[in-house]
């Protein structure tokens, strides 16, 4: 797989319990996301499950010929290898990823940030 960026939404297959190829939110920052960088991608899976969680964002995925409601699970954060991501879906909005930034920021526990 070539570059990701910040907000691509890519389709991969990572390991354990998430295992299946299913869309996933690359949340790593872009100067980490070159190729001469660590082999994995910092990334959060989608659901469409809705659940009213502050750490559950809401955004709309392709799908077919239209869109699909979809939250990003930002609990789920983890570290694919960059091997296993087969391709970029699409791209979230700026609303859409800066959602997931403050959702981030209060799960994670940053202050100031």
Same mark, same amino acid.
């Given at each position: 797989?070539?570059?990701?960026?910040?907000?691509?939404?890519?389709?991969?297959?990572?390991?354990?319990?998430?295992?299946?190829?299913?869309?996933?939110?690359?949340?790593?920052?872009?100067?980490?996301?070159?190729?001469? /960088?660590?082999?994995?991608?910092? !990334?959060?899976?989608?659901? %469409?499950? $809705? @659940?009213?969680? &502050?750490?559950? #964002? *809401?955004?709309?995925?392709?799908?077919?010929?239209?869109?699909?409601?979809?939250?990003?699970?930002?609990?789920?954060?983890?570290?694919?290898? /960059?091997?296993?991501?087969?391709? !970029?879906?699409?791209?979230? %909005?700026? $609303? @859409?990823?800066? &959602?997931?930034? #403050? *959702?981030?920021?209060?799960?994670?526990?940053?202050?100031?940030?």
């Amino acid at each position: 797989m070539g570059g990701v960026s910040r907000g691509d939404d890519v389709l991969a297959a990572a390991a354990g319990d998430y295992g299946k190829p299913r869309p996933w939110l690359v949340v790593q920052a872009d100067k980490h996301n070159r190729a001469d /960088r660590p082999d994995s991608i910092l !990334v959060c899976p989608f659901t %469409s499950h $809705q @659940e009213d969680l &502050a750490y559950r #964002v *809401a955004v709309k995925l392709p799908f077919g010929s239209g869109e699909r409601a979809s939250w990003v699970m930002v609990d789920k954060l983890m570290a694919v290898k /960059r091997e296993r991501i087969r391709s !970029v879906i699409a791209k979230v %909005s700026r $609303q @859409e990823l800066a &959602a997931v930034e #403050v *959702a981030m920021v209060d799960l994670l526990g940053f202050v100031g940030a």
